[in-house]
């Protein structure tokens, strides 16, 4: 056979492509170890942790809230924790925590290379999503020091470029870490630093707020339970996700086990525990003096540091969790003792009255027609629906169909009421106009709900829906639990047996109250208290709105005398008067015709002075019908800092233009009313309550000062005249020493009670009624304001008299009127209607007049209640 001589030159050829690709592989692994080299040089000169900064961690500085004698009683932290050393910890704790996150912790160098390619080839080259993850525990406190970019926004590649680059930069650090640090000492601040969510930031604190217990003395599965928490502390919640922190829980005991720190028959134990959640307690702002008030400075400070000119020197915005703030407040600890002292005593008494008056009664159901009942009804079921225990009820049954869901749709809200009104639609008992229309639906989503209609996730969704309807019963309604609920004895709580859903209602059966004690010449509000008990009545009502009855009159009274010269001691008739609609600039569309608060007219004639003290509806409509229109009173309100034109939900005016507001049908706080009155006590000057003294930063210097506004807004010798009403109110019923003035308020149904008292050196305001309109007592005798309100404010006012260090002044006086003022009140000897004539006419009719009481001696009072 000839030889040819391309034969020749095939391995010739094959060896040249060889040598080129070698020459390739080794060009491009240089390359890459360079731009490697480069990658992490460039990383390591940008925004890590220094040397310095790893050697010395900064823990985030908890801000302190100081009261007027710079007494704490208050902070602010992210940081509530006690810090643990490594042989300090659990050994429950160590061995869960390695054979779950890190097995080969103590033998790598921060970056456990094994684990990497194992989780480059299971989850990248075979999709094994149940490969686990390759991040070391180093590279996990590596994580926590220092903040994480937001990627919203970013494309797949963007999103995908940035977190290469976070993963280097952790790995960086580690690295730093294991330089630094003892392998014992990086597990100690991992689990120092790490945040178990409720409060709890750190293992000690994480031990005592799930588990009521120190960490060293939790148990196997217990350390199990708050080694899966690592991975997602929000996800793996035992008090709220029970199932999904059991599930994670158990991955972590089967750990152990393939580890060798749990023998098999200890782990068939623990593997069908439930995990218990009896001992949870998340330290909360209901602990400790003035629990309302700090709830409602958490929320002022807020804004207050939103503001563009509160943006720290350096930039960013500060915050109150982290950056070891000083907040001076106006708080008197000392008046806020005596104030939550004096609403608990007093409240105690009011609800025992309550209880007396509703036995075998529902208000829910009392004197209401069915429309009423249904939205009395709805109301306590959405109070019922937004507990925890519903919430984690509800999670158990729908969360896997809604998720399922909200793959194709995520933007679609998916509440209760949405999946009510779903059902009624695909059963064909209502359609998407009429449930759009009740609100219960929103439009712009028609199209999304009706493609969800007609999937096959819809069909699990509401068969899940169905199965909690039933389990909804049988929990809430059915079954009966030992439980803690309110309770005015030492403690504030008592167990008893009851379902949840009559716990709800038992709660909301409770009369709530706020009191409000503010000097009236700084402004500093000395005392704040919003409700009976922050542990369970958490909404503030100093600051809730509602009408505010005849607590609104002296300032009906002060526009009539000061800016239409109506002289108080002009008498007029104690009877019905009318504004009908084309009367003056009333712009009534109806005729108007208000009755007595005790439904009487005497036909008397009665002075200022006299309808003021009787609050005697009848003496107010007159003098509104002849000032023409309620624009000045609206005005005079504005200088007294309750803004006229303030809008509520819906577009109404807080204070509306018509005649009705000047007997209280305004919707007011305690707080507007409270430096409305302050008034009255500072010779005609507002003085804008305020709470905050000066806020400093770590380092002591003041970046914020609080300064009240202040308004000449009454003419002194008027004011005097006012002054010298509200002391006539009072007469000597009130029994201190202090010179003292004030008027009771009640709204329509008994629904609010209301009392503002002023002495020269404190305003003080009280409001008592339900959370709802119905909570409410239901005749005059038990529902007026001189009887659920004023006693606050004269036990408050007795026990700061009583107490010599309190700071507070009993013999302290108004200003001295002017001259003028005694031109204006001449009337002397008709400031009082005789006693005997006032009472015997009350009492043919066996109705109680509001304010008539007053009358009364102390000593008769304290007998009757």
Same mark, same amino acid.
């Given at each position: 056979?000839?030889?040819?001589?391309?034969?020749?030159?095939?391995?010739?050829?094959?060896?040249?492509?060889?040598?080129?690709?070698?020459?390739?592989?080794?060009?491009?692994?240089?390359? #890459?170890?360079?731009?490697?080299?480069?990658?992490?040089?460039?990383?390591?000169?940008?925004?890590?942790?220094?040397?310095?900064?790893?050697?010395?961690?900064?823990?985030?500085?908890?801000?302190?809230?100081?009261?007027?004698?710079?007494?704490?009683?208050?902070?602010?932290?992210?940081?509530?924790?006690?810090?643990?050393?490594?042989?300090?910890?659990?050994?429950?704790?160590?061995?869960?925590?390695?054979?779950?996150?890190?097995?080969?912790?103590?033998?790598?160098?921060?970056?456990?290379?094994?684990?990497?390619?194992?989780?480059?080839?299971?989850?990248?080259?075979?999709?094994?999503?149940?490969? #686990?993850?390759?991040?070391?525990?180093?590279?996990?406190?590596?994580?926590?020091?220092?903040?994480?970019?937001?990627?919203? #926004?970013?494309?797949?590649?963007?999103?995908?470029?940035?977190?290469?680059?976070?993963?280097?930069?952790?790995?960086?650090?580690?690295?730093?870490?294991?330089?630094?640090?003892?392998?014992?000492?990086?597990?100690?601040?991992?689990?120092?630093?790490?945040?178990?969510?409720?409060?709890?930031?750190?293992?000690?604190?994480?031990?005592?707020?799930?588990?009521?217990?120190?960490?060293?003395?939790?148990?196997?599965?217990?350390?199990?339970?708050?080694?899966?928490?690592?991975?997602?502390?929000?996800?793996?919640?035992?008090?709220?996700?029970?199932?999904?922190?059991?599930?994670?829980?158990?991955?972590?005991?089967?750990?152990?086990?393939?580890?060798?720190?749990?023998?098999?028959?200890?782990?068939?134990?623990?593997?069908?525990?439930?995990?218990?959640?009896?001992?949870?307690?998340?330290?909360?702002?209901?602990?400790?003096?003035?629990?309302?008030?700090?709830?409602?400075?958490?929320?002022?400070?807020?804004?207050?540091?939103?503001?563009?000119?509160?943006?720290?020197?350096?930039?960013?915005?500060?915050?109150?969790?982290?950056?070891?703030?000083?907040?001076?407040?106006?708080?008197?600890?000392?008046?806020?003792?005596?104030?939550?002292?004096?609403?608990?005593?007093?409240?105690?008494?009011?609800?025992?009255?309550?209880?007396?008056?509703?036995?075998?009664?529902?208000?829910?159901?009392?004197?209401?027609?069915?429309?009423?009942?249904?939205?009395?009804?709805?109301?306590?079921?959405?109070?019922?629906?937004?507990?925890?225990?519903?919430?984690?009820?509800?999670?158990?049954?729908?969360?896997?169909?809604?998720?399922?869901?909200?793959?194709?749709?995520?933007?679609?809200?998916?509440?209760?009421?949405?999946?009510?009104?779903?059902?009624?639609?695909?059963?064909?008992?209502?359609?998407?106009?009429?449930?759009?229309?009740?609100?219960?639906?929103?439009?712009?989503?028609?199209?999304?709900?009706?493609?969800?209609?007609?999937?096959?996730?819809?069909?699990?969704?509401?068969?899940?829906?169905?199965?909690?309807?039933?389990?909804?019963?049988?929990?809430?309604?059915?079954?009966?639990?030992?439980?803690?609920?309110?309770?005015?004895?030492?403690?504030?709580?008592?167990?008893?047996?009851?379902?949840?859903?009559?716990?709800?209602?038992?709660?909301?059966?409770?009369?709530?109250?706020?009191?409000?004690?503010?000097?009236?010449?700084?402004?500093?509000?000395?005392?704040?208290?919003?409700?009976?008990?922050?542990?369970?009545?958490?909404?503030?009502?100093?600051?809730?709105?509602?009408?505010?009855?005849?607590?609104?009159?002296?300032?009906?009274?002060?526009?009539?005398?000061?800016?239409?010269?109506?002289?108080?001691?002009?008498?007029?008739?104690?009877?019905?008067?009318?504004?009908?609609?084309?009367?003056?600039?009333?712009?009534?569309?109806?005729?108007?015709?208000?009755?007595?608060?005790?439904?009487?007219?005497?036909?008397?004639?009665?002075?200022?002075?006299?309808?003021?003290?009787?609050?005697?509806?009848?003496?107010?409509?007159?003098?509104?019908?002849?000032?023409?229109?309620?624009?000045?009173?609206?005005?005079?309100?504005?200088?007294?800092?309750?803004?006229?034109?303030?809008?509520?939900?819906?577009?109404?005016?807080?204070?509306?233009?018509?005649?009705?507001?000047?007997?209280?049908?305004?919707?007011?706080?305690?707080?507007?009313?409270?430096?409305?009155?302050?008034?009255?006590?500072?010779?005609?000057?507002?003085?804008?309550?305020?709470?905050?003294?000066?806020?400093?930063?770590?380092?002591?210097?003041?970046?914020?000062?609080?300064?009240?506004?202040?308004?000449?807004?009454?003419?002194?010798?008027?004011?005097?005249?006012?002054?010298?009403?509200?002391?006539?109110?009072?007469?000597?019923?009130?029994?201190?020493?202090?010179?003292?003035?004030?008027?009771?308020?009640?709204?329509?149904?008994?629904?609010?009670?209301?009392?503002?008292?002023?002495?020269?050196?404190?305003?003080? #305001?009280?409001?008592?009624?339900?959370?709802?309109?119905?909570?409410?007592?239901?005749?005059?005798?038990?529902?007026?304001?001189?009887?659920?309100?004023?006693?606050?404010?004269?036990?408050?006012?007795?026990?700061?008299?009583?107490?010599?260090?309190?700071?507070?002044?009993?013999?302290?006086?108004?200003?001295?009127?002017?001259?003028?003022?005694?031109?204006?009140?001449?009337?002397?000897?008709?400031?009082?209607?005789?006693?005997?004539?006032?009472?015997?006419?009350?009492?043919?009719?066996?109705?109680?007049?509001?304010?008539?009481?007053?009358?009364?001696?102390?000593?008769?009072?304290?007998?009757?209640?």
């Amino acid at each position: 056979m000839e030889h040819s001589p391309e034969h020749d030159n095939q391995p010739t050829k094959k060896s040249s492509w060889v040598k080129y690709i070698i020459i390739a592989m080794w060009t491009l692994m240089i390359i #890459g170890v360079f731009a490697l080299a480069y990658i992490f040089y460039s990383l390591s000169n940008s925004d890590l942790p220094s040397f310095e900064e790893l050697e010395n961690p900064q823990y985030d500085l908890a801000s302190i809230i100081y009261d007027a004698n710079n007494k704490t009683f208050g902070k602010y932290y992210i940081e509530n924790r006690e810090p643990v050393r490594y042989e300090e910890l659990s050994p429950n704790i160590i061995n869960a925590l390695v054979s779950t996150e890190d097995a080969r912790f103590f033998s790598h160098k921060g970056i456990d290379v094994r684990a990497l390619f194992r989780v480059g080839v299971k989850t990248v080259l075979l999709s094994n999503e149940d490969s #686990g993850g390759g991040s070391t525990i180093t590279q996990q406190l590596a994580k926590l020091l220092f903040k994480r970019p937001n990627l919203r #926004g970013l494309n797949k590649l963007q999103r995908t470029k940035k977190l290469i680059e976070i993963k280097l930069k952790e790995w960086i650090t580690a690295v730093r870490l294991e330089k630094s640090y003892t392998k014992e000492e990086i597990m100690a601040m991992y689990l120092n630093k790490f945040e178990f969510i409720n409060g709890a930031h750190g293992i000690q604190a994480a031990a005592e707020t799930y588990f009521d217990r120190r960490q060293d003395e939790l148990s196997v599965s217990e350390s199990a339970v708050l080694v899966g928490m690592l991975k997602n502390p929000s996800l793996y919640n035992p008090k709220r996700f029970v199932d999904k922190a059991k599930n994670r829980r158990n991955i972590v005991l089967s750990q152990m086990n393939k580890y060798g720190h749990l023998d098999q028959e200890a782990l068939d134990t623990l593997y069908d525990q439930a995990v218990d959640m009896s001992r949870f307690k998340r330290e909360s702002q209901s602990e400790g003096m003035a629990p309302y008030f700090r709830s409602e400075l958490t929320k002022w400070l807020k804004d207050l540091f939103a503001r563009e000119e509160m943006q720290k020197p350096e930039g960013g915005t500060y915050n109150i969790y982290k950056d070891g703030l000083q907040i001076y407040t106006t708080i008197d600890l000392n008046y806020q003792e005596k104030a939550e002292k004096a609403v608990k005593e007093h409240m105690k008494v009011n609800q025992a009255a309550f209880w007396r008056v509703w036995d075998r009664k529902d208000p829910w159901s009392f004197e209401a027609d069915e429309a009423q009942k249904a939205l009395r009804y709805d109301i306590l079921e959405r109070k019922v629906k937004s507990s925890d225990r519903y919430l984690s009820l509800r999670s158990r049954y729908l969360d896997s169909a809604i998720s399922e869901i909200r793959k194709d749709y995520k933007e679609v809200p998916m509440s209760d009421n949405v999946i009510k009104a779903l059902v009624k639609i695909s059963d064909n008992k209502s359609g998407f106009s009429a449930e759009e229309s009740s609100g219960k639906l929103k439009k712009k989503y028609r199209d999304f709900y009706q493609s969800v209609l007609k999937s096959k996730s819809w069909q699990t969704l509401a068969a899940n829906w169905d199965n909690l309807q039933a389990a909804y019963k049988k929990e809430f309604r059915d079954t009966k639990f030992k439980m803690m609920v309110f309770d005015y004895n030492e403690q504030g709580e008592v167990e008893k047996e009851m379902t949840p859903y009559d716990s709800v209602r038992y709660h909301n059966k409770h009369l709530q109250a706020g009191c409000l004690a503010v000097d009236p010449k700084t402004g500093y509000i000395k005392a704040w208290v919003g409700g009976v008990g922050h542990k369970y009545f958490k909404y503030d009502h100093v600051n809730s709105r509602r009408q505010v009855g005849s607590t609104i009159k002296p300032f009906v009274y002060t526009t009539a005398i000061a800016l239409q010269g109506i002289s108080p001691c002009q008498e007029y008739d104690d009877i019905q008067y009318s504004i009908a609609p084309g009367d003056a600039n009333f712009d009534m569309d109806q005729q108007w015709s208000p009755a007595n608060a005790n439904g009487l007219f005497t036909g008397n004639k009665y002075n200022l002075y006299q309808g003021l003290l009787y609050s005697k509806n009848s003496i107010t409509v007159r003098i509104v019908k002849e000032m023409g229109n309620v624009d000045v009173i609206r005005e005079l309100l504005d200088n007294v800092g309750i803004a006229k034109d303030k809008r509520l939900d819906g577009g109404r005016l807080a204070v509306p233009r018509l005649p009705s507001m000047c007997l209280g049908a305004a919707d007011l706080t305690l707080l507007e009313m409270s430096g409305a009155y302050t008034t009255f006590a500072n010779n005609g000057v507002y003085t804008e309550p305020i709470f905050i003294n000066r806020i400093e930063d770590k380092n002591g210097k003041v970046i914020y000062s609080g300064v009240p506004d202040r308004n000449v807004a009454i003419n002194p010798a008027y004011n005097a005249v006012m002054v010298d009403m509200l002391k006539n109110n009072i007469g000597g019923g009130f029994g201190i020493k202090s010179d003292v003035g004030g008027k009771t308020g009640t709204t329509n149904d008994y629904a609010d009670g209301w009392f503002m008292g002023i002495t020269p050196e404190l305003v003080v #305001g009280v409001w008592v009624g339900g959370d709802d309109k119905w909570i409410r007592f239901l005749t005059l005798e038990n529902g007026q304001g001189f009887v659920l309100a004023r006693p606050i404010a004269q036990k408050l006012l007795k026990a700061l008299e009583a107490d010599k260090d309190s700071g507070y002044n009993p013999n302290a006086k108004f200003v001295k009127p002017p001259k003028e003022y005694f031109d204006l009140v001449d009337c002397a000897r008709f400031k009082q209607v005789a006693v005997e004539d006032e009472q015997s006419q009350i009492l043919e009719e066996k109705v109680r007049s509001d304010e008539f009481e007053e009358e009364f001696e102390e000593e008769e009072f304290e007998e009757e209640f």
